[in-house]
């Protein structure tokens, strides 16, 4: 099992800035995909970002392509996600999620989800 923990959620103005991050520890080596999802009030879990765990990959929801950037660090076991020129529809509880492997944008193939974390852009 794979526990992830997230950090850097708050309340920015629009336009600003903000990083979250994820550190997972446990079962790591069965890590192969890792994902932020974001979730806004009476709306369903949708995916934002995912990075492969080993390589290279990146894949963003058109939403936030442009604007928001995910990124690893093997060494420290964590997934970042930089968000720039935020809107107050970015406004959502963010979660960090670790999966095998499947289809990035499918909440269904995470294993492991973290606690999430608030994100309040102010207009």
């Known amino acids: 099992q794979v526990q992830l923990v997230e950090s850097g959620g708050g309340l920015v103005q629009a336009g600003g800035s903000l990083r979250l991050g994820c550190v997972a520890s446990g079962s790591i080596f069965s890590i192969n995909v890792m994902a932020w999802f974001r979730q806004a009030p009476g709306k369903e879990r949708d995916f934002a970002a995912g990075?492969?765990?080993?390589?290279?990959?990146?894949y963003y929801a058109d939403s936030v392509k442009g604007r928001f950037t995910i990124s690893r660090d093997n060494a420290k076991n964590t997934v970042y996600l930089q968000m720039n020129s935020l809107e107050p529809e970015d406004t959502a509880v963010y979660y960090c999620?670790?999966?095998?492997?499947?289809?990035?944008?499918?909440?269904?193939?995470?294993?492991?989800w973290g606690q999430g974390t608030q994100v309040t852009v102010s207009s």
């Open positions: 999620a670790a999966a095998r492997d499947g289809r990035w944008t499918d909440p269904r193939i995470y294993d492991s």
């Open positions: 990075i492969s765990w080993r390589g290279t990959t990146t």
